[in-house]
């Protein structure tokens, strides 16, 4: 009984499950962690069963912009880390946090089932070198992430070559000797481009949109560190921001790029320049969106055609909970409708953390909705008032902390937020908990 009434199941050992479990700890949350893979790090693991990492991937955000503030990465380590020096990163911040004796290992969880109303329990069920097993818990934490399960779009035709999403994509050499078309062009399908250029025999890349690109670096600092300084309303932002990109970038559309046709900010840029160099030099072809397969050619929507040995489609991904019933989550349109991204508005046992995407708001901001989540639980068991005024706003109305952004209407934007709204609202709530003056 003891169990049921107060210790949490947390699914997931990446970034995210960490910065909950390390939080849980400190908080004094009794919790079991269940992780799929071996060992810690999630997506940044690129041996883990679901990670969608690739050889060359690195950090699209610099590394103090990115890391946990009481645990900084060390001096020695790339501006922009790659996946290996991340994983090593995890591995340390667990160490460190003694976190992984809390989670059990090679554990699939399958379900997790209420017992009842708000506040009765939850069943849940997981299979590991054991067999199949389950245990109830107060409630539930999901922290599995949001980039593993491939979001696959349906062409028109047939397509006789390899058709692959970038979460197969490993190494560059499966370019090798290779006519390559990348679909989409985010910053996975620009950094995948670049490796097709270097590798196979040609690359074009297909874009449904136009994109704002951002380099890494200005004035030899990363970019994502010299904004911030001065708080600055977002029309004349854009307009500062805008022209800066205009010196350090130039005009895309020279390049064939299309023209975005929404505003700086209202999706997420791409970070990264070489693939404007390339394109420059023509190393890479502009194409248009696909209009039909056939044979191993590809029609595009301007009436022009290729052949090609390899299409991948760098789309995306979905939202991806299979254990758990998609009405308990308050699932509306393509995504969650949960407060500030994290609580659901009627349940105080069931969480979801790390459904949240920003530019800029890096680990740090994870870390501090994990503290907002874990203060609420124990102010709820102390009966503070904080804790019953955060209870009473979330279950007034849905609240995802926007700024007013008017972002695009696309399932990967379904849960992006304002980072200075979004952690202004958070770090409140916690001052709040905490008993300080908000």
Known sequence: MTETRYRFALIGAGPMGLAMAKVMLEQGIAFDGFE?????????????????????????????????????????VAEYPSHRELKRYFNAFADHFGLREHYRFGAEVLRCEP??????????????????????????????????????????????????HSSAYRHPSQFDGKR????????????????????????????????????????????????????????????????????????????????????????????????????????????????????????????????????????????????????????????????????????DDLFVLGMVEASGLGWQGRHEQAEMVARYITGLRRGSAAAAELKAAKAAGFERATGGMNYLKLARMAYYVDKATYRGAVTGWIKRLKGARA
């Not at 645990?71 to 020695?76: A, C, K, N, S, T």
């Not at 690359?203 to 970019?223: N, T």
């Open 36 to 76: 799929l893979h071996s060992d810690v790090g999630g997506l940044w693991d690129i041996d883990g069963p679901r990670s969608t990492m690739y050889d060359t991937a690195h950090l699209i955000s610099s590394k103090r912009m990115t890391e946990f503030t009481d645990f900084p990465m060390e001096d020695g």
């Open 115 to 164: 017992l009842g109303g708000p506040g009765d329990g939850w069943r849940v069920t997981w299979r590991d070198a054991e067999g199949e097993q389950a245990s109830t818990y107060a409630g539930v934490m999901i922290a599995n992430g949001t980039l593993s399960e491939p979001n696959m779009p349906e062409f028109k035709g047939k397509f006789d070559g390899e058709l692959i």
């Open 180 to 347: 390559v078309l990348i679909v989409g062009a985010g910053n996975s399908g620009c950094d995948i481009a670049v490796d097709a250029i270097h590798h196979g025999v040609m690359c074009d890349l297909s874009m449904r949109r136009g994109y704002y690109f951002v380099p890494k670096y200005v004035f030899g600092k990363p970019a994502d560190t010299l904004g911030g300084l001065i708080k600055l309303p977002m029309w004349l932002k854009r307009r500062v921001d805008g022209m800066i990109l205009k010196w350090f970038v130039g005009d895309p559309q020279k390049y064939g790029f299309p023209k975005p046709h929404y505003q700086l900010y209202e999706s997420h840029p791409v970070v990264n320049s070489l693939v404007l160099y390339h394109a420059g030099h023509g190393d890479v072809r502009i194409r248009t969106d696909i209009e039909r397969l056939n044979d191993r050619f590809v029609h595009f929507t301007d009436g022009s055609k290729e052949e090609y040995d390899m299409i991948l489609a760098a789309t995306g991904y979905k939202l991806f909970y299979p254990f758990i019933d998609r009405d308990l989550l308050n699932w509306q349109g393509d995504a969650p409708h949960l407060y500030l991204n994290a609580m659901h508005p009627e349940r």
